[in-house]
């Protein structure tokens, strides 16, 4: 009885010794089979480094002014009796915008008037009568403080008349209307806001160890997010003489045009100052940039080891300058003529083979305008 037990399990053994062989050799000629196995190449697209010539640039955050900006308030104390002007309108230098109550000087106007006329009459006669001897000199002397009198005062009631007849100072774009029809007001107390919108100013800052560079009628560009996709060209047009003695930066204002009124006073900018000096740089496309924490870097493609017809890809680190639309400079780590993976750099691997196929490549442009803008 033993004797068969003892040959069951040596039986046993043998059939695990057996499937564990078997197991082994297939473990072992899949693994053999992986280190053997290639994966297939990727499918990029690709663009060249390209030396390129690009306008020196120094950039800066400024805000819009207008070129003439108040806010209309009431010289004179008075009634509101008419308001003419619509809140957000257009006018013109010399548009009625609100008339105060002018009963009184007006009732006044026609006496002062006849004042006048009289003290003239009475002047012309003494002049004669003063030429004959009948009236003294002081008589005549008299007389013309009497007319002058008259006119001034009939001069302070048509000035008094004119002020609270209030218009535009100059042309622009009115504000929200501050007044109501029957109010008091007191002297000073605003009415409405008047802006000057095109052109406008541009005011921002540099830094001092740049105003050697600097000078009246170089070009700005500016970017707004009220404009997406657009810039605005202008120049300088101001430097200030001083420099900021705690940030020592220099204040320059620029003039832009502003025909669709898209810019308003107080907005926030981007500003572009272009230099006359051009700098030579090693120019890619933006996305070709693999941005990393640790740095950013770029798949330079290079023929591959089984032929002439393959590609690897090698990874570069590179240290970037200026953009310039879908362009980014490169300052270090490319140079001119290499080939560079354009798209989709994020799925890619250091000797990694690919195939390029650039039927499907995007159009880089350094003025780019989205369709969507």
């Not at 003892?6 to 053994?13: R, S």
């Not at 899949?30 to 640039?57: C, G, N």
């Not at 005062?153 to 048509?158: A, S, Y």
């Not at 560079?340 to 750099?345: A, E, F, L, Y």
Request: net charge positive; aromatic share 4%.
């Amino acid at each position: 009885m033993k004797k068969r037990v003892l040959l069951t399990l040596v039986g046993v053994l043998l059939v695990i010794a057996a499937l564990a062989a078997v197991k082994a050799l297939q473990i072992r000629a899949m693994i053999a089979q992986a280190k053997e196995a290639v994966p297939p190449p990727e499918t990029v697209t690709t663009a060249p480094v390209r030396a390129e010539s690009w306008e020196t640039t120094l950039t800066a955050i400024g805000s819009l002014t207008a070129v003439q900006g108040v806010t209309v308030a009431a010289e004179l104390p008075g009634k509101v009796v008419e308001i003419v002007f619509r809140a957000g309108a257009k006018v013109n230098q010399g548009d009625l915008l609100v008339r105060q109550d002018t009963s009184s000087e007006e009732a006044a106007h026609p006496g002062a008037v006849a004042q006048a006329d009289l003290a003239r009459t009475v002047l012309a006669r003494d002049a004669k009568m003063l030429e004959d001897d009948i009236v003294s000199r002081a008589e005549y002397d008299a007389s013309v403080a009497r007319r002058e009198q008259a006119d001034a005062q009939v001069n302070q009631i048509r000035a008094v008349i004119s002020k609270k007849t209030i218009r535009a100072p100059f042309g622009g774009r009115l504000g929200i209307r501050q007044v109501n029809l029957g109010q008091l007001l007191r002297e000073g107390d605003p009415i409405v806001t008047l802006q000057s919108l095109d052109p406008v100013y541009v005011n921002f800052t540099l830094p001092q160890q740049e105003l050697a560079r600097l000078r009246a009628g170089l070009p700005v560009r500016i970017a707004c997010d009220c404009l997406p996709g657009r810039s605005i060209d202008g120049r300088i047009t101001a430097i200030t003489p001083l420099v900021d003695a705690e940030t020592r930066n220099v204040q320059l204002q620029a003039t832009v045009a502003n025909r669709e009124e898209r810019l308003r006073p107080g907005m926030f900018v981007n500003a572009e100052v272009g230099l006359p000096v051009r700098k030579r740089v090693q120019a890619i496309p933006a996305t070709a940039v693999l941005h990393a924490p640790y740095g950013d870097s770029v798949f330079i493609v290079e023929p591959g080891k089984e032929g002439k017809e393959s590609k690897t890809l090698r990874q570069q680190f590179v240290r970037l300058g200026e953009r310039l639309g879908d362009f980014v400079a490169v300052a270090e780590g490319v140079k001119e003529g290499e080939t560079v993976v354009s798209t989709g750099v994020f799925k890619l691997r250091n000797k990694q083979p690919v195939v390029v196929d650039n039927r499907l490549a995007p159009s880089f442009r350094e003025d780019p305008a989205p369709e969507n803008r």
